[in-house]
């Protein structure tokens, strides 16, 4: 029996990939092979509901000087920091000398606008080359895990913070009792733990099973982050939707006691469990269509290439390791995969060795098809690619479920 990494309780595992490369690990033609494997599966905690990996990959095999993923990679995701951060300065922030410590700050998106302000901050991700493009920013950046131990030695140097966030992070760290007893240890005695991520009823309403791969140990829901928050000595406070990535959502944490519980809170528990989320049956159904939608997409992509007609990818997104891999998916159906991310461009998607090329190779010549793997982004991407859809070209989706548009 899998143990839940929060609770104890057992862990009902619900889908298994299989074998699966590390995520983020963009090879090149010399280092082809060479990537870390391990086994993908997801299950359900029947006791504090928690969706989690069955497995976990060595932090260092995610999060080293080479990790190439970039914040500022999508106008969107800028925009929608750059707003949060004005929203942090006018409110939890306003206040005399406050102070702001960013777990997984990456290049530096959202705090560049705090350290504009003039506000103390710091940022912390293991990620080396990424810090380097946030401290050219002017933001000041700790390259290290925030844990327990990191987290006591920024208290002991900088003081309280007033705010701890962390985007798209914290689903990313296993060990999560020792971020909670990181944040008890830094955090103001009226600070808030704010916690962005992909939300898991929008993953389970779109059947968005590429959100499960090595990075997204767990898979975040108001009921599960609430029972964290509790377990580990905190209280879920409040809770906001978001749209970005395909349906996020913004928890506020903060030390029990300390702020008005929000009803947005009991009401997302309520619909969560409408939804059946604390059930496992929900999730066995969400496998059977994950299969199915495989499936189909394999067949398409095949059909696609009898007819002769070329295909190319859109967005070597790490989620789209989880497709390719378990599809099947190589270079004899999609050629190669478009990317805005310098790091990624030249290099070979993880495991079945798809090559990356800059987005300006897109439109030379445009493909007959193109299959959007960072559909999160759909509506920048088909915005910025107007031309392609002028010019014939069609998109393949596959959230939620395999269509052509
Ligand atoms: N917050 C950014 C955003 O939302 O676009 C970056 C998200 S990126 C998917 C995850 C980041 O978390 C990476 O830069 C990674 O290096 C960092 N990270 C992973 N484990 C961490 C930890 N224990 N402490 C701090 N950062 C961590
Ligand atoms: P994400 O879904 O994890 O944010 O990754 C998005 C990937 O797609 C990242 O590698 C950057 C890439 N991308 C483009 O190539 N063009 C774009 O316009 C956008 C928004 C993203
Ligand atoms: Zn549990």
Redesign the pocket.
């Known amino acids: 029996m899998v143990q839940c990494r929060i609770c104890g309780g057992s862990v009902d595992e619900f889908f298994d990939f299989g074998r699966q490369p590390v995520s ?1 690990s963009f090879v090149t033609p010399q280092t082809a092979g060479s990537e870390f494997f391990f086994r993908l599966a997801a299950g359900i905690c029947t006791e504090c509901t928690m969706v989690q990996l069955t497995e976990e990959v060595p ?1 260092e095999q ?3 000087e080479d ?1 190439p ?4 990679g ?1 106008a969107v ?1 800028h925009e929608h ?1 750059e707003k949060y951060a004005h929203q942090l300065l006018q409110s939890e922030l306003s206040g005399d000398d406050p102070f702001i410590v ?6 530096g ?2 705090l560049k606008t705090i350290g504009k302000a003039g506000v103390r901050h710091l940022g ?4 080396a080359q ?2 380097e493009f946030a401290k050219e920013e002017g933001v000041r950046v700790r390259t ?4 327990e131990r ?1 987290a006591r030695e920024i208290a002991a140097a900088d003081g309280p913070a007033d705010v701890i966030f ?4 914290t689903s ?2 296993a ?1 999560i009792d020792s ?1 909670f007893r990181g944040a008890d240890a830094v955090l103001a005695p009226d600070g808030v733990f704010v916690i ?1 991520d992909r939300y898991l009823a929008s993953i389970m309403a779109q059947n968005a099973f590429d959100q499960i791969y090595d ?1 997204h140990y767990y898979l975040l829901s108001v009921t599960s982050v609430r029972n964290m928050a509790a377990r580990f000595g905190f209280e879920l406070v409040d809770v906001e939707p978001l749209s970005v ?1 395909g349906g996020s959502m913004r928890y506020t944490i903060a030390r029990p006691g300390r702020r008005t519980v929000s009803g947005a809170v009991t009401e997302h528990v309520e619909s969560e469990r409408a939804a059946g989320l604390a059930r496992p049956e929900t999730y066995h159904r969400f496998a059977r269509q994950v299969k199915e939608s495989c499936a189909k997409l394999v067949e398409l992509l095949t059909e696609l290439r009898e007819q002769g007609h070329s295909v190319v990818g859109y967005g070597a997104t ?1 989620k789209s390791a989880t497709v390719i891999n378990y599809c099947g998916i190589g270079p004899d159906l999609v050629p190669f995969i478009c990317d805005s991310t310098p790091a990624k461009q030249g290099r070979l998607a993880p495991g079945t060795h798809i090559p990356v090329r800059p987005s300006a190779e897109f439109s030379k010549p445009y493909p007959d098809y193109a299959l959007l793997f960072a559909w999160n982004h759909a509506e920048e991407i088909m915005a910025k690619e107007q031309e392609f859809r002028a010019a014939g070209g069609k998109w393949i989706l596959y959230v939620p479920d395999v269509h052509v548009v």
């Open positions: 983020d932090r995610m999060f080293h990790y993923y970039r914040s500022a999508s995701m920091f960013e777990i997984g700050s990456n290049d998106t959202m912390v991700d293991p990620s990424v810090g290290d895990f925030f844990e990191s962390s985007a798209n992070t990313h760290i060990y971020v962005e990075e990535h790490a």
